[in-house]
């Protein structure tokens, strides 16, 4: 069985602290129209759950239908994390997971309004090098060179 790593979910406080988008819906608020976001905010975070394991990621999606994913830690190509100065000051962040699993075969994963992302990052990083290890998995990267005449 899996040993649970780590467990957590888009931070909608630390959106509202993090974000011109999140101070604009705190000003909203004084005219009532910032409630409406903030719930739509609060309602999308909460029904997505993200857990991390040794080997694998899973992605618990929905609030009336659910549905479970999973990205092997293993396929997982690259974990980066993008932040702003606002977001730094609030300690939030976005991950964005390429993956050649199914999960991310339409783009990458991306994780928004992440607590201690940065901490978050490095331990998924240390957790995708111990999986590929582990299943002896390496990457080769094709480049194909432009050949003129």
């Given at each position: 069985?899996?040993?649970?790593?780590?467990?957590?979910?888009?931070?909608?406080?630390?959106?509202?602290?993090?974000?011109?988008?999140?101070?604009?819906?705190?000003?909203?608020?004084?005219?009532?129209?910032?409630?409406?976001?903030?719930?739509?905010?609060?309602?999308?975070?909460?029904?997505?759950?993200?857990?991390?394991?040794?080997?694998?990621?899973?992605?618990?999606r929905?609030?009336?239908?659910?549905?479970?994913?999973?990205?092997?830690?293993?396929?997982?190509?690259?974990?980066?994390?993008?932040?702003?100065?606002?977001?730094?000051?609030?300690?939030?962040?976005?991950?964005?997971?390429?993956?050649?699993?199914?999960?991310?075969?339409?783009?990458?994963?991306?994780?928004?309004?992440?607590?201690?992302?940065?901490?978050?990052?490095?331990?998924?990083?240390?957790?995708?090098?111990?999986a590929r290890?582990?299943?002896g998995?390496?990457?080769?990267?094709?480049?194909?060179?432009?050949?003129?005449?």
């Amino acid at each position: 069985m899996a040993q649970l790593i780590d467990r957590f979910q888009s931070s909608t406080t630390g959106w509202l602290k993090g974000s011109f988008a999140g101070w604009g819906t705190l000003l909203l608020c004084l005219v009532g129209v910032g409630f409406v976001i903030l719930a739509v905010r609060w309602i999308g975070n909460k029904s997505t759950l993200y857990e991390v394991t040794d080997d694998r990621m899973i992605l618990y999606r929905g609030i009336v239908r659910k549905s479970i994913d999973e990205v092997e830690l293993y396929r997982v190509k690259d974990v980066r994390l993008d932040y702003s100065i606002v977001n730094q000051i609030s300690g939030i962040g976005t991950l964005t997971i390429t993956s050649s699993d199914e999960t991310t075969r339409g783009g990458p994963l991306v994780i928004r309004d992440v607590e201690y992302a940065k901490e978050r990052r490095e331990k998924l990083r240390e957790l995708v090098s111990n999986a590929r290890r582990l299943r002896g998995v390496r990457e080769f990267d094709m480049v194909q060179e432009d050949v003129r005449d």
